[in-house]
């Protein structure tokens, strides 16, 4: 079992496509016979027998369901923003997520920066790497906004995103970021600016020449 997937190894392959029977710490290989996408960094644990690793991941799947099913009700920072010219919201949920440790760090520090006497920031988390569903439905159980610097969704977290009108907010310059919050902040929001994704990709191998690097 990893994460909400389960199944019986049938095989492993080593980078070079070859099959292998064991691989220690650090040793990179693709599981064959798993049912379903596990996450980035989940754990995996053995069971005695498949049943039981179905049961763990029907467990696990059915907490999601009802962690979205019951979630609070999404916010945009243009309703935030509305709320906060209202005086009915104290505080503006973000989520972020970053490329490398650094930007992270740096995105929290200054975010927490901007939190006035009528409005402060509530980090609900910051973390390095693309933004899983795991991340999202955070974003959607404490109605928060996501700040994604330099990273995108996978295709499960885009799926719910759109699918539960998630409001996420793309830059790769830390200081628009910045502004963007201090604007909903103050009172000041920059006009609304819409990502269209036309495809995904994934690097397979890099090629370098004498001629173009």
């Known amino acids: 079992v990893a994460g909400p997937a389960y199944g019986k190894v049938r095989a492993l392959l080593d980078y070079r496509g070859n099959q292998v029977e064991e691989a220690g710490p650090s040793i990179p290989v693709e599981v064959l016979g798993i049912q379903g996408n596990p996450e980035a ?3 995996f644990i053995v069971t005695e027998n498949e049943a039981k690793a179905r049961e763990i991941a029907s467990y696990r799947d059915q907490l999601a369901k009802e962690q979205k099913v019951t979630a609070s009700a999404r916010g945009s920072i243009e309703q935030m923003f509305t709320a906060i010219q209202e005086g009915t919201a104290d505080e503006l949920p973000v989520v972020i997520k970053a490329d490398v440790q650094g930007s992270a760090e740096a995105l929290r520090e200054s975010l927490l ?12 988390a910051c973390a390095v790497g693309g933004i899983s569903s795991t991340d999202v439905n955070l974003a959607i159980a404490s109605g928060a906004i996501i700040i994604a610097f330099n990273v995108r969704p996978d295709v499960s977290a885009r799926k719910i995103i759109e699918t539960d009108n998630v409001d996420v907010h793309y830059h790769s310059i830390i200081y628009d970021a910045i502004a ?21 990709a ?12």
């Not at 920066?113 to 609900?124: A, C, T």
């Not at 994934?202 to 690097?213: M, N």
């Open 113 to 124: 920066k901007l939190q006035n006497d009528e409005v402060k920031v509530n980090l609900i």
């Open 202 to 213: 994934q690097v397979r191998d890099v090629f370098r020449s004498p001629k173009y690097g």
């Open 41 to 43: 960094g989940d754990e």
């Open 180 to 200: 963007e919050v201090r604007n909903a902040l103050s009172g000041l929001l920059s006009p609304e600016i819409q990502e269209k994704v036309l495809g995904l």
